[in-house]
């Protein structure tokens, strides 16, 4: 069973994504143990500190910090990776319209990106529940997945 703790800067504020959304987080809440935190907007600095509060708040959990600069991966070896946590709770940041603070993304166990193109943090955070739900379906061999 998956632990994972999503800490976002930021409301959803666009109706569809935050539906489709939503969705997937109750999905996510019925297969394992999952969690949104969402912070409030504010300067960089300031989402920095209240991000690596909240990053501390989980103790031995694997930071995953989704930065452009960090590492694409394909949705097969997401779901290997998530498996060798074997329990361990991971967490996922988001930071907002403007970035992350450069003390975050030192924090970070891995620096995950998604496609090389830039996105909203509301489109990132979608994206993230989509490849968290996909992670799990191709652990549980379901048919959500086709490969």
């Known amino acids: 069973m998956f632990r994972y703790t999503l ?10 994504l935050a539906n489709l959304c939503a969705d997937y987080e109750k999905r996510l809440k019925r297969q394992g143990n999952f ?8 300067t960089v600095e300031s989402e920095g500190k209240r991000i690596l509060e909240a990053i501390e708040k989980r103790g031995d959990a694997k930071v995953y910090v989704l ?3 960090g590492e ?4 097969v070896a997401f779901s290997e990776a998530l498996a060798r ?3 361990r709770p991971a967490v996922f940041v ?3 319209a403007y970035g992350l603070l450069d003390a975050v993304k030192a924090r970070a166990d891995v620096r995950l ?9 509301e ?3 979608t994206l993230l529940c989509e490849q968290l739900f996909r992670a799990d379906a191709i652990q549980r061999g379901s048919g959500y997945h086709h490969a």
């Open 35 to 42: 969690e949104v935190v969402e912070l409030k907007d504010g």
């Open 94 to 96: 988001i930071g907002g």
């Open 85 to 87: 946590l074997q329990g």
């Open 67 to 69: 930065a452009e600069e």
């Open 123 to 125: 489109m990132a955070r």
């Open 72 to 75: 694409g991966m394909p949705s």
């Open 7 to 16: 800490i976002v800067v930021g409301k959803m504020k666009q109706r569809a």
């Open 113 to 121: 990106s998604l496609p090389a193109m830039t996105f909203t943090h």
